[in-house]
């Protein structure tokens, strides 16, 4: 399960509250509550009250962590402060609003009209809320290099390796990065490396920075070659053609030679500060995230009208397939904004005349196979069932390859406007493997994800195998994917789990994909945030 994502600050303002009090205005407070299952509401923070006023604008920030695969249900709470309890049950209510932290941060911009209970509008009272995430994205990037190094190996030269530390506001280093060890060189370049501005030095351009040089020992008894003090405002100096250069001192030597000078020359060929953008960065920045599914219908499901079919609907009205498009569609439809999403089946004979296809439209509609919402895929999918005959073979690629169609367009504009998830819903023979490893490798130089979601009792192996977790995945002649973009998981494993569980687990891995296309591709987002620090 992934960590949290990040944390996020909501701005609230509210316009036209409804006067509750006799003689003055109202004194409104926001409440943010987090559902937290069951019918149970827990509040997570509150802003400050504001006296006489029906158009407030809050200065206290709402913070929530974020979690992209979870929906993260939220209600805010306006309410009137007559007293100084903390208890709100005693306060007059004027209005609030029940949605998604996916809808609030996939707007620039979210105003809704404050209900007072479902269906029953406040007055004329509406709620604008906007978000912002909380961190300083910059990066520090350095390339570094030095010369003359003291000799320490009584046989060899010297291992030499980097240390940065930074002063802590209590005085004492704060160890910050360790850089690889070069084996046996007394000149060694160590890799070009970046640390986040936050962790470097707090932001702070004038902290001291302790820099150690040391002659790496099996044992870990490390000899220290020498060390100097700098910040990153000298640092900063380095540019291409001018080095920044610093005398590697070790203090016991110059203690007693009094003709020491120094035990080699460490040169900071750049240092430059880069900004680090989040998958949040580029959903904030108007990147809009295409929704598709594919739907085995290969005739190793089983006939749908047996009950011991894959694709039989219970009475309840659910199977596996249904389960896997509802609990990923309700996480991912919150960042598409226009909810059309394109439903594909394959693996089966389709009328009129019968021919197997690996890739017809849902709604039979090819020139468009966009369903209004995942009710509209569940409900094509229930439509489609009794009018085809399940077949085969298991082929992948033509839908992976008919997605990628559409990010190749897409990349083609050169901004980070529309990234990809297609969500593959299957029984795990596969018969094209090879070419679906093709599609894949190719798939993973354009801006998409693929969700493989393993139905029913078969042996994974190949889904597996594609979801290149112990490995990189090739392709038949041999070519490394660029990313990794698949994931794989069996439907088996969630079978007792809550519904949201499975949606966890498959788009937990989504936001490091994404973030990992743009950052390859080195595209910053449509609209990047301004800086704040923290």
């Given at each position: 399960?992934?960590?949290?994502?990040?944390?996020v600050?909501l701005?609230?303002?509210?316009?036209?509250?409804?006067?509750?009090?006799?003689?003055?205005?109202?004194?409104?407070?926001?409440?943010?509550?987090?559902?937290?299952?069951?019918?149970?509401?827990?509040?997570?923070?509150?802003?400050?009250?504001?006296?006489?006023?029906?158009?407030?604008?809050?200065?206290?920030?709402?913070?929530?962590?974020?979690?992209?695969?979870?929906?993260?249900?939220?209600?805010?709470g306006?309410?009137?402060?007559?007293?100084?309890?903390?208890?709100?049950?005693?306060?007059?209510?004027?209005?609030?609003?029940?949605?998604?932290?996916?809808?609030?941060?996939?707007?620039?911009?979210?105003?809704?009209?404050?209900?007072?209970?479902?269906?029953?509008?406040?007055?004329?009272?509406?709620?604008t809320?906007?978000?912002?995430?909380?961190?300083?994205?910059?990066?520090?990037?350095?390339?570094?290099?030095?010369q003359?190094?003291?000799?320490?190996?009584?046989l060899?030269?010297?291992?030499?390796?980097?240390?940065?530390?930074?002063?802590?506001?209590?005085?004492?280093?704060q160890?910050?990065?360790?850089?690889?060890?070069?084996?046996?060189?007394?000149?060694?370049?160590?890799?070009?490396?970046?640390?986040?501005?936050?962790?470097?030095?707090?932001?702070?351009?004038?902290?001291?920075?302790?820099?150690?040089?040391?002659?790496?020992?099996?044992?870990?008894?490390?000899?220290?070659?020498?060390?100097?003090?700098?910040?990153?405002?000298?640092?900063?100096?380095?540019?291409?053609?001018?080095?920044?250069?610093?005398?590697?001192?070790?203090?016991?030597?110059?203690?007693?030679?009094?003709?020491?000078?120094?035990?080699?020359?460490?040169?900071?060929?750049?240092?430059?500060?880069?900004?680090?953008?989040?998958?949040?960065?580029?959903?904030?920045?108007?990147?809009?995230?295409?929704?598709?599914?594919?739907?085995?219908?290969?005739?190793?499901?089983?006939?749908p009208?047996?009950?011991?079919?894959?694709h039989?609907?219970?009475?309840?009205?659910?199977?596996?397939?249904?389960?896997?498009?509802?609990?990923?569609?309700?996480?991912?439809?919150?960042?598409?904004?226009?909810?059309?999403?394109?439903?594909?089946?394959?693996?089966?004979?389709?009328?009129?005349?019968?021919?197997?296809?690996?890739?017809?439209?849902?709604?039979?509609?090819?020139?468009?196979?966009?369903?209004?919402?995942?009710?509209?895929?569940?409900?094509?999918?229930?439509?489609?069932?009794?009018?085809?005959?399940?077949?085969?073979?298991?082929?992948?690629?033509?839908?992976?390859?008919?997605?990628?169609?559409f990010?190749?367009?897409?990349?083609?504009?050169?901004?980070?406007?529309?990234?990809?998830?297609?969500?593959?819903?299957?029984?795990?023979?596969?018969?094209?493997l090879?070419?679906?490893?093709?599609?894949?490798?190719?798939?993973?130089?354009?801006?998409?994800?693929?969700?493989?979601?393993?139905?029913g009792?078969?042996?994974?192996?190949?889904?597996?195998?594609l979801?290149?977790?112990?490995?990189?995945?090739?392709?038949?002649?041999?070519?490394?994917?660029?990313?990794?973009?698949?994931?794989f998981?069996?439907?088996?494993?969630?079978?007792?789990?809550?519904?949201e569980?499975?949606?966890?687990?498959?788009?937990?891995?989504?936001?490091?994909?994404?973030?990992?296309?743009?950052?390859w591709?080195?595209?910053?987002?449509?609209?990047?945030?301004?800086?704040?620090?923290?």
């Open positions: 399960m992934a960590g949290c994502v990040s944390r600050e701005s609230v303002s509210c316009r036209s509250l409804l006067d509750r009090d006799l003689g003055s205005r109202s004194d409104p407070l926001c409440v943010l509550l987090q559902d937290a299952g069951g019918g149970q509401w827990a509040e997570l923070d509150r802003t400050e009250r504001i006296k006489n006023c029906q158009d407030p604008e809050f200065c206290k920030k709402l913070v929530v962590d974020y979690y992209f695969e979870k929906v993260q249900k939220l209600k805010f306006v309410y009137d402060i007559d007293n100084k309890s903390l208890d709100l049950s005693d306060d007059d209510y004027l209005g609030g609003i029940e949605c998604t932290l996916g809808q609030v941060v996939s707007s620039s911009v979210f105003t809704r009209p404050l209900e007072l209970k479902q269906g029953k509008p406040a007055g004329k009272g509406t709620i809320i906007s978000a912002e995430e909380i961190k300083d994205t910059r990066v520090v990037c350095l390339e570094i290099e030095a003359n190094l003291d000799k320490k190996d009584f060899g030269k010297s291992d030499p390796f980097l240390e940065f530390y930074k002063q802590s506001n209590a005085g004492t280093w160890l910050v990065y360790r850089s690889e060890v070069i084996k046996n060189n007394l000149n060694p370049c160590w890799r070009k490396f970046s640390v986040p501005l936050q962790t470097f030095c707090g932001g702070d351009f004038n902290k001291p920075i302790k820099v150690q040089c040391a002659d790496h020992d099996s044992d870990g008894s490390h000899d220290l070659i020498g060390a100097f003090e700098t910040n990153l405002t000298q640092l900063q100096n380095a540019g291409d053609s001018s080095p920044v250069e610093f005398e590697c001192i070790h203090p016991e030597k110059k203690q007693k030679k009094k003709s020491y000078k120094n035990s080699g020359i460490i040169r900071i060929k750049s240092c430059k500060i880069e900004t680090e953008y989040s998958f949040l960065d580029y959903v904030m920045g108007g990147c809009q995230i295409n929704f598709t599914v594919g739907v085995d219908f290969t005739g190793s499901n089983g006939d009208r047996s009950p011991d079919s894959l039989y609907i219970s009475p309840d009205g659910i199977n596996e397939y249904l389960i896997a498009i509802w609990s990923v569609g309700s996480v991912v439809q919150d960042y598409d904004t226009d909810k059309l999403f394109p439903a594909f089946g394959f693996g089966a004979q389709v009328p009129p005349n019968w021919q197997v296809s690996h890739e017809f439209a849902l709604n039979f509609n090819p020139s468009n196979p966009y369903c209004q919402g995942i009710q509209g895929i569940v409900d094509a999918y229930r439509q489609i069932l009794p009018q085809i005959r399940l077949y085969g073979p298991t082929n992948f690629s033509p839908i992976i390859n008919h997605v990628a169609r990010a190749a367009h897409s990349a083609q504009q050169g901004t980070a406007s529309q990234y990809f998830i297609l969500l593959i819903i299957t029984d795990g023979e596969i018969t094209d090879d070419q679906t490893r093709q599609a894949i490798v190719n798939a993973s130089k354009l801006p998409m994800s693929i969700i493989i979601v393993g139905v009792e078969a042996d994974f192996k190949a889904m597996e195998f979801d290149g977790d112990n490995g990189v995945l090739r392709s038949p002649a041999g070519e490394p994917a660029a990313r990794d973009i698949v994931q998981v069996p439907f088996r494993q969630f079978k007792n789990a809550p519904r569980a499975l949606s966890q687990m498959v788009l937990a891995e989504v936001p490091k994909q994404l973030v990992s296309y743009y950052k591709q080195g595209w910053a987002p449509v609209k990047p945030p301004e800086i704040k620090k923290l």
